[in-house]
């Protein structure tokens, strides 16, 4: 803990000022202050004095000039006698006489004669010691010149610590003050003769006082003078010129003359403080400034001593409410100009002298306490802020380095103690150099930082935060920020901020924020990002790129067929699969859903495009299992479109690959397929026809056409092929392949699929009801509605609704569906072989369909395609294919549709191959319900005549 010194000053302080006061007190009564304050006095005083009157004295002066005329001093007393006559005949006011008459002279009752004459003489007092040492006399004129004087005037004059005189007493005597002034005593002379008043005689006067007395010289009320410069000064008359120059005399009139000798020897010269600059000055001068002093009013009196001290100890105080408010060294410009601008002031206001000099020291004294208390008190705040700092420094979890001017660590705190590995000792004086190259290979950075900050006195913050190796081999990322301390070149703060947590944080939002959580793939947003870099990239450097949008088949129903954590299995295996069908450098995006999207930049044609369209299909198809052990088989439909050539626009390549993607799917999926033009008239096509078939199925403008299938060998009537027809609003008969694409991807072929099965079954109800002979009827069932097992249901419902046996009902479905996912379809043929009904399989051949599957599947017929049927007479492929599948399903103990039959010579091939039944134009058009009433009353006459002629070329 640091030392608290506030206190003990405050405990100590009253005694400290006590000291001081006592300090003060005695200063008030130190001479050498003394000596300062008459100097302030000799300073202060003429700039502070008022205006003076025009001088109403003259000096009679007896010179050196006056002694050469007149001879050696002393003179006979006539001298003087003759000289009172002539003044008191040119009419001055009064005469002051400064020379001492007090031993008796021969010529004494000339002088009486004259002054008694006059009326207007006063003569002076002089204090002399007392013979023995005993008390002061009064020293007077001879009794015999007293007699006829005007008054007495004492010429008692002060004498200060500096041995200068500058004051006098109004009255001062010998046991009280009896005796005015010379100068007073003369004023009042003055006034006296210029208000008519008769002289009033020394002995008529009762304060008079014999000529000696043992006891003590007492004064009262003290004379100060002003500083005896020119101003108001009395003019000089040599004694002997006097007399000779009647002009002189003329101007003497109505003025008050003072008598005195200023010749060297034999004046009573004063010290006084114009004579301590130029010599030293008569008495006779003294009195007659003292004279016009009174006469002006500038007279000063001193102040009470205690006063002085009550004032002092006030100036001991002002430091304290002073300091602290105004700047320091405004305040001590103000507290010292103070007292003697007091002191002045007191001068000419109330003329009253207030020595200035304790209250000064006082002053300074007292500012230096006040510093002393300040600094105590400062230094107990620092020491707190010190302390407080050090455990700021502590607990702050940022590494603080505070460095000198020269780079060179100062401090460091117990986090940069961590990162160094250095105690706070260890590290100071190292070059922060040094420290910061051994943990950071981005030294240079906060070397830099740290230079610059110096230099310029700037904060610097490192942009990027520096990778730091702590000696444990921790690595940290720190933000590294440099701020300057003190004044020029007082040194800086290094402070590293740690973020390695903040950075993984940023870095795994900002990983979660671009990519999809299910697959780790970059999302939408960033594959947008990456699209509208690669463009700006494929149009600076001329190259292209592609994108691929990928959509997965049939996914909807693995999801819900198989549910979620399925589906979710299948994404990420996609995924993966998708990934490692492309270079590092491209890019494989979840767009949503099944659909995830690929780009692929800086390609130079669209070869490698297809090689990886090629690879991610073989990719997709290979065997999945799911956690559940569920084998799958994937595939998907693949657009593409290509940057810069098909657009500059991200958002238009996108929806390009999208159409491309869709036009695939709708010829089936499991391909890709580059974007063109026309696909944008064919999707909006698209969406516009799911639109009327949704309107379609809801004002039932379907209808089932049947077309007859005919036994071969008999020529009679063994089956009725239910086709769908939409009749349009306007008449219009649209045939399915112009709507059955569009429904099955818009998923309404379930509902279509729905109606179709029930309005067959309600047909053959209906003729069944009219007594027409049982025909078995086929409904088409695309690979959508068979993907779960609902149809099962429908179909159990439509036999159970209409009543129809169940043989009457035989289900096509195509060679692929029943061979897509073997397992779900053997399920679900079953449940439908399971209902009684018949399975056909439509379209063979144009799959690939195994054998061993074909086996297990309760199907009882194959119908083979018109594709293959159509080139029968050539003896080509189809007919070979056609005579296997005949032999391969009568061989399984299937029967065998052959359809597309047209010609006289197909059906013939046919029946040489000894195919069961056939389908086509040769016979029958699809045909409205209506008239299929009379194919099952008999077929019609050219049926039997096609199977006759055939018969008859066979045998
Ligand atoms: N060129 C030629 N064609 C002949 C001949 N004989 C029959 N056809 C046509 O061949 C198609 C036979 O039907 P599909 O192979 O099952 O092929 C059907 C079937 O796959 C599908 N389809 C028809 N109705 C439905 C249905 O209700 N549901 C489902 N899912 N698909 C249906 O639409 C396909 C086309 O049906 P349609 O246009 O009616 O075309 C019918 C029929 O009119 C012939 O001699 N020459």
Known sequence: MPRRHGPILERYGVWLVAALFACITGLGVWSPLHRLDL????????????????????????????????????WSRAVHAEMIDRLDAAGVAAIGVSILFSEPGPDDTRLAASIAASGRVVLPVAPRAGSGGEGVIELLATAKLGEGAAAYGHVDVELDADGLSRRTFAQAGSGSPHWDALALAT??????????????????????????????????????????????????????DVPSRPELLRQLQGKTVFIGATASGI?????????????RMAAVEFHARAFEALRSGLVYRSADPVWTVVLSLAFLVLPATLFGRVPATLAFAGLLVAPPLGSGLALNTLQLWI??????????????????????????????????ADATLRSIADAVITLDASARITLTNPVAEQLSGLSRSGARGQSIDALVRNHTEQAGWAIEAVLACLKTRRTIRVPDPIRWTTPDGEAH???????????????????????????????????????DPLTGLPNRALLLDRLHQALANAERRGSLLALLFVDLDRFKRINDSLGHSAGDHVLRVAAERLQSSVRAGDTVARWGGDEFIILLDNITDTHAVVAVADKLLGLLERDLRTESGTDLVLSCSVGISIGPKDSKDAATLLSMADKAMYRGKIEGGHRYAFYSPEMNTWSRERLSLEAALHHALANREFELFYQPQIDIATSRLVGLESLIRWRRPDGGLVRPDAFIPAAEESGLICSIGDWAIGEALQQGARWRAEGLPPVPLSVNVSARQCSDMRIVDTIRHGLADTGLEPGLLKVEVTESTAMHSAERAAELLHSIDALGVGLSVDDFGTGYSSLSLLKRFPISELKIDR???????????????????????????????AEGVETQAQLRFLAGQGCDAAQGYLFSQPLPAAEVREWLKAPPPHVPRSIHLISGTLH
Do not use: C
């Open 477 to 515: 990322m720190l933000r590294l920020t440099a701020t300057p301390v003190g004044g020029t070149g007082d040194g800086a703060v290094l402070a590293l901020t740690d973020v390695t947590d903040t950075l993984a944080m940023t870095a795994r939002l900002q990983h979660e924020a671009t990519h």
């Open 267 to 279: 004046d009573a010269a004063l010290a006084t403080p114009a004579g301590a600059q130029g010599g």
């Open 355 to 388: 020595p200035p000099m304790t209250a000064l020291v006082g002053l300074i004294l007292g500012s230096i306490l006040w510093f002393a208390l300040h600094l105590v008190r400062t230094r107990g705040s620092l020491n707190l802020a010190l302390n407080d």
């Open 867 to 897: 594709s293959f049927v159509g080139d029968v007479g050539r003896e080509g492929d189809d007919a070979a294919i056609v005579r296997g599948t005949i032999a391969l399903a009568h061989g399984l103990g299937m029967s065998v549709v």
């Open 39 to 74: 100097l302030a006095y000799d300073a202060i005083e003429p700039v502070f004095r008022g205006p003076a009157l025009t001088p109403a004295s003259v000096i009679v002066a007896i010179d050196d000039d006056t002694l050469d005329a007149l001879g050696q001093w002393p």
């Open 187 to 240: 004023l009042k002379q003055a006034s006296r003769a210029s208000d008519g008043g008769a002289a009033q005689r020394v002995g008529a006067d009762t304060w008079i006082r014999p000529v000696t007395s043992r006891t003590s010289w007492m004064r009262r009320g003290e004379i100060l003078l002003p500083y005896p410069d020119g101003r108001g000064a009395p003019a000089y008359l040599s004694y002997f």
